[in-house]
């Protein structure tokens, strides 16, 4: 997918890449080679600053030419309630454009829409990329919160359950938590660099730094930095739970199972008195009109004895 959006603050507009004119933001979502040759050919960016987002496994990291910087960084994505994952998102910077690339559309992006169109300007291009890295951290803050909400709900039901379902699911968070740890360390260093091109010659026409962006900069550092402080606490939270609920689902299994052993023990008794006095052979009480009661009661009896010692020894 490819958009050209035009926004100043007031009138947000897309058209085609065939009317590009300056100060534009060039939206690219999963794109296919044709549209990567377009962009490059029509804005001058190298093409492998457009297919370096294109990749999952890339790192965060940031590149200079002397017409271009790329801007890489992780941005988090959610799959359903327990499965989070972070992906590549490219920031292009050239003298007249922006570009950003990313494997599939995400909600960081959607923030910038028209109905947020006075929270940003595409004309002002380092304030646009701090503002995608500000909500960035903050989708971060968000699934985080999330997380620790769905781990709430998932120890209430681990309680009560002897299924590993709750712990498959725990181990998907967790596994989810890893990535935005690497994610968003990775992103720091990215964001601690940004911070240095102030001083950059080499980036100063293309990166230009006024004190409100310098605000904002350090606005995302702190948020960036409160993500990590957050997903590591939830990750040792995470840990010690699966630890914790695979001993609990263990316990309440082996409840289980002497509950039962304890029940078999009390049906043994009565199974057999009433063996014994089915046999083919003369028995106690067998021409006597009430047999039949005096034993079943006599079974009982015995039955309920063994269930009283049983309970005295704790084994209900």
Sequence with gaps: MLKVIKNDGE???????????????????????????????ATGAPLDFLKAPLDEEERSRIELEEEHILVLTDIPVMYNETNYDTLPLGIILTQDYLITVCLRDNPVLTE???????????????????????????????????????????????????????IFQLMDLQKGLTYFTSSLRSNGVVMDRLLRLRSNSQ??????????????????????NQAIQMVEMYTNILSSMTDAFA???????NMVMK??????????????????WGMNVNVPFMNYPYGFLIVSLMAVGVAGVSAFLLWKKNMF
Excluded at 118 to 131: G, I
Excluded at 247 to 253: E, G, K, P, Q, W
């Design 259 to 276: 509950f039962l052993a304890s029940m078999t023990i009390i049906l043994a008794v009565p199974t057999m008195i009433a063996s014994f």
């Design 11 to 41: 009138n947000y507009r897309e058209f085609d890449l065939t009317d590009l004119i300056k100060n534009s933001w060039i939206k690219l979502v999963n794109p296919n080679s044709e549209e990567l040759i377009a962009v490059s050919g």
């Design 112 to 166: 910038f829409s028209p109905i947020s169109c006075r929270s940003f300007n595409t004309a002002k291009k380092t304030r646009f990329v701090f503002q995608i890295l500000y909500k960035s951290a903050t989708y971060f803050l968000k699934y985080l919160r999330q997380i620790n909400r769905r781990t709430d709900q998932i120890e209430v039901d681990l309680r009560k359950s002897l299924k590993n379902q709750e």
């Design 247 to 253: 001993s609990i689902i263990s316990n309440n299994l």
């Design 203 to 224: 980036a100063q026409h293309l990166i230009k730094m006024y004190e409100e962006d310098e605000d904002l900069l350090e606005d995302v550092i702190i948020e960036n």
